[in-house]
């Protein structure tokens, strides 16, 4: 009995392995995803001007860039533009000729230390603008995917 046992075993086995190799069909993997690890996208800017580094906060309620100027920098300024509820709203400062400072804008307003953040964020927009001590002026442009 247990002889009979062993050859039913092997006989589906082999009629497994069988079936398989028939029906089998060739598998593509897909190229693995490596991962980033930071609180979000960054974008940095390479030409001339104030060289910023902007990102979100860890909240994504704001804005945190941090600019170096260059030796030929006179002033700058910067602008976040964007819509919330059908109305559109607006923040921005200026740009010191110390290096390297970080700024932070807000997606909303303050008043002391209560904060109010706006909801519904879209079209948001966000700009730095150098003038050169030669009178230059260069516009540095960033979408933001919020």
Do not use: W
Request: hydrophobic share 35%.
């Amino acid at each position: 009995m247990p002889a009979l046992r062993r050859a039913l075993r092997a006989g589906i086995l082999c009629l497994a392995g069988a079936g398989y190799l028939l029906l089998a069909t060739s598998v593509y993997a897909a190229r693995q995803r490596v991962r980033k690890k930071n609180a979000g996208p960054t974008v940095t800017s390479t030409s001339r001007g104030a060289k910023c580094t902007v990102r979100f906060r860890p909240d994504r309620l704001g804005l945190k860039f941090t600019c170096v100027t260059p030796n030929d920098f006179q002033s700058g300024n910067y602008q976040l533009i964007y819509d919330t509820n059908g109305v559109t709203q607006a923040a921005g400062g200026t740009i010191l000729p110390n290096n390297p400072q970080t700024y932070e804008v807000l997606f909303g307003s303050c008043s002391g230390a209560a904060c109010t953040f706006h909801e519904n964020i879209q079209n948001a927009r966000f700009s730095i603008k150098s003038t050169l001590k030669n009178g230059t002026r260069i516009l540095k442009p960033y979408r933001l995917n919020i």
